[in-house]
């Protein structure tokens, strides 16, 4: 294995190899099944007890009261005003509930249940000697815990949660501009370096880059206004047609009666030798602010390249300024809902 790049600083994900010498390489290799990805930065925490998944269930947004031992799910927690305040990976087997979190969110999140637990029998555990790896296949590991990535995520149906008034999940995204597959797998931290061995490593650089050219947000890049059905989540992991949480009344009032301000975008940036756009900054037409980026990358295949949170209203053929770039926008989450 090649020796591991430290990212700079200013990107979120430290801590974690950015790259081992060939990012692009590293992204077909994704793209190809074939390589593992370090993220043992990511938060994990395991909750215990009998009540962990029904409890779980009525604080988040998707349905995972019936996750079954082996089963994986998306789900989030939101504010009181609908706004995504954490995404989980959640995963159940063996009588314990893992829950995968964005770089940054475990204190806070744990902070947060231990809040909300009352007289529940659930235990709230910090995992500090396991870590997670993305490979790009989507299947369970038969030997540790497992997430697999939502089925919009590879252009392969809708996962089930439900419809109401405002229609099903289907309305959001038609397609993706290309897929994220994969799978991630929770590990001995100890593990980590034999777990590399085995496929092709690849590092944050290429597992952003794979995941920005399917339109696929992190919790990290939002900002604190930021509604599911911005993002295209709903689906994913919002149900329609759960029992109550925190945030639904918003999640129904949008999806039935109005349409969401922002709409999630790729922008598709012009080459040269112009710095990458960082996240935060503003998306431009006609010198005013129509939106924010989320995150960028140089892909293998199509350049450079962002995801734009940007106003429902701003018409798709406009060309857009970010930063000192010039962008085109490829539809993720539809415009006329």
Not at 73 to 89: D, M, N, Q, R, Y
Not at 317 to 326: I, M
Request: with cysteine; aromatic share 6%.
């Amino acid at each position: 294995m090649s020796t591991a790049v430290i990212a700079p600083p200013d990107l979120v994900d430290q801590g974690i190899p950015w790259h081992y010498g060939n990012p692009l390489a590293e992204q077909k290799a994704l793209s190809a099944g074939e390589a593992v990805v370090d993220l043992s930065n990511r938060a994990i925490t395991k909750l215990v007890g009998v009540d962990r998944l029904t409890w779980l269930d009525s604080l988040t947004s998707h349905s995972v009261a019936g996750l079954t031992d082996s089963s994986s799910a998306t789900t989030l927690i939101l504010s009181p005003h609908g706004h995504v305040e954490f995404e989980l990976h959640v995963i159940d087997k063996n009588e314990i509930t893992y829950l995968i979190s964005d770089v940054g969110t475990g204190p806070k999140l744990r902070e947060y249940l231990l809040k909300m637990r009352f007289m529940k029998q659930v235990e709230i555990l910090d995992s500090p000697e396991l870590a997670v790896v993305f490979e790009s296949v989507r299947d369970f590991d038969p030997n540790n815990p497992t997430w697999l990535v939502p089925v919009e995520f590879i252009n392969s149906g809708i996962t089930p949660s439900g419809s109401s008034a405002g229609g099903d999940a289907a309305k959001y995204v038609k397609v993706r501009p290309q897929v994220f597959n994969g799978r991630e797998v929770i590990i001995n931290r100890a593990d980590l370096p034999a777990r590399l061995m085995d496929r092709f490593p690849a590092g944050s650089w290429a597992y952003n880059a794979y995941r920005i050219a399917a339109g696929v947000a992190r919790m990290v890049e939002l900002d604190h206004k930021t509604l599911p059905h911005e993002i295209g989540l709903i689906g994913p992991a919002v149900h329609l047609s759960k029992g109550c949480y925190r945030g639904q009344e918003t999640v129904a009032r949008v999806h039935n009666l109005g349409k969401p301000p922002r709409r999630l975008v790729l922008l598709h940036l012009e080459s040269g030798d112009l710095p990458m756009p960082a996240p935060g900054d503003l998306v431009k037409l006609n010198n005013s602010e129509v939106g924010i980026v989320l995150a960028s990358a140089q892909h293998f295949e199509l350049g450079p390249i962002a995801l734009g949170l940007v106003k429902r209203s701003i018409d798709l053929s406009s060309e857009l300024l970010v930063g000192s770039h010039k962008a085109t926008q490829e539809e993720i989450v539809t415009r006329d809902l």
